[in-house]
């Protein structure tokens, strides 16, 4: 039987390595590890323990069951960005949220974790008793926090290229009404209104609000409230003004129900600053 020594020092590993690197499989499977496996002198029954080895090396990172990435150490090849990970995790799938607001130059932030949109009904999950999905899932040395949406609200995304790898991510305006929409997960209200102003002018009004009338009225309402006070024409707001709900909403949906209320816009401005009583 091969020895881990033997496998590491001589060709057997390292070469199975180098031939994924060269097919451009920087991401792959233990699948496609096998269909090489036979032409390095490595046999199917042994490729477990193999990729095991390998792994304890440095020369590739386990993600999840199954599926690895090429690390740094492969000669000529890059690491693999934490971005194509993420597509690689869970499909259907685009960065988003504090991390496409990163992406775009809409916060001067460095968040910690990736986030990752999905319409997929399963999500690679941390594995504990105490583990919950808000927790993340760690893998390659990083945390990503997966949210899962409905298929029909998986839209807004653009394909952007990160290194050697086409990536898939929340353009601007779907970046901003994510921000709306969960607050938490792009820092904090606070954050999602200073990216408003940050996309200044190049928000495209008329995208975001053909996005806005596809989520909610909760959302449709805090961006009218926004882009008026932005000075974006009354015209252009009108269906946003007209979208029809019953009740206030507050502006930061993770803050409490107290400050005043904009009965044009039905928000309640539950802002630091703003809140009474």
Request: proline residues 6%; glycine residues 10%.
């Given at each position: 039987m091969m020895t881990r020594e033997h496998l590491i020092h001589t060709t057997?590993?390292?070469?199975?390595?180098?031939?994924l690197a060269g097919a451009g499989n920087r991401v792959f499977s233990a699948e496609q590890a096998r269909g090489l496996s036979p032409s390095v002198g490595i046999s199917p029954g042994y490729l477990p323990q193999a990729l095991h080895y390998l792994a304890r090396a440095g020369w590739i990172?386990?993600?999840?069951?199954?599926?690895?990435?090429?690390?740094?150490?492969?000669?000529?090849?890059?690491?693999?960005?934490?971005?194509?990970?993420?597509?690689a995790l869970v499909q259907p799938a685009a960065i988003s949220h504090w991390s496409a607001l990163s992406y775009h130059g809409l916060t001067e932030q460095v968040p910690r974790h990736i986030f990752v949109l999905t319409s997929a009904r399963s999500v690679p999950r941390a594995r504990g008793k105490k583990k919950h999905a808000?927790?993340?899932?760690?893998?390659?040395?990083?945390?990503y926090r997966f949210v899962q949406v409905k298929p029909e609200r998986f839209f807004g995304i653009e394909d952007v290229w990160v290194n050697e790898a086409r990536i898939k991510i929340t353009d601007p305006?779907?970046?901003?009404?994510?921000?709306?929409?969960?607050?938490?997960?792009?820092?904090?209200?606070?954050?999602?209104?200073?990216?408003?102003?940050a996309r200044g002018p190049k928000l495209d009004v008329d995208?975001?609000?053909?996005?806005?009338?596809?989520?909610?009225g909760a959302t449709v309402k805090r961006l009218g409230w926004i882009l008026e006070n932005q000075g974006v024409t009354p015209a252009l707001l009108a269906r946003l003004l007209m979208f029809p709900i019953k009740g206030y909403r507050v502006l930061d949906s993770t803050g409490p129900r107290r400050g005043p209320c904009d009965a044009r816009?039905?928000?309640?401005l539950n802002l630091p600053g703003r809140m009474t009583g």
């Amino acid at each position: 039987m091969m020895t881990r020594e033997h496998l590491i020092h001589t060709t057997a590993g390292t070469e199975l390595v180098r031939m994924l690197a060269g097919a451009g499989n920087r991401v792959f499977s233990a699948e496609q590890a096998r269909g090489l496996s036979p032409s390095v002198g490595i046999s199917p029954g042994y490729l477990p323990q193999a990729l095991h080895y390998l792994a304890r090396a440095g020369w590739i990172v386990p993600l999840r069951k199954g599926l690895y990435a090429l690390s740094g150490a492969v000669a000529g090849s890059l690491s693999v960005h934490e971005f194509e990970i993420a597509m690689a995790l869970v499909q259907p799938a685009a960065i988003s949220h504090w991390s496409a607001l990163s992406y775009h130059g809409l916060t001067e932030q460095v968040p910690r974790h990736i986030f990752v949109l999905t319409s997929a009904r399963s999500v690679p999950r941390a594995r504990g008793k105490k583990k919950h999905a808000e927790d993340g899932y760690p893998a390659g040395g990083t945390i990503y926090r997966f949210v899962q949406v409905k298929p029909e609200r998986f839209f807004g995304i653009e394909d952007v290229w990160v290194n050697e790898a086409r990536i898939k991510i929340t353009d601007p305006e779907r970046t901003l009404l994510d921000g709306l929409l969960a607050p938490q997960y792009c820092g904090d209200i606070s954050e999602v209104l200073h990216a408003f102003d940050a996309r200044g002018p190049k928000l495209d009004v008329d995208r975001i609000i053909e996005y806005a009338l596809k989520l909610d009225g909760a959302t449709v309402k805090r961006l009218g409230w926004i882009l008026e006070n932005q000075g974006v024409t009354p015209a252009l707001l009108a269906r946003l003004l007209m979208f029809p709900i019953k009740g206030y909403r507050v502006l930061d949906s993770t803050g409490p129900r107290r400050g005043p209320c904009d009965a044009r816009w039905m928000i309640q401005l539950n802002l630091p600053g703003r809140m009474t009583g």
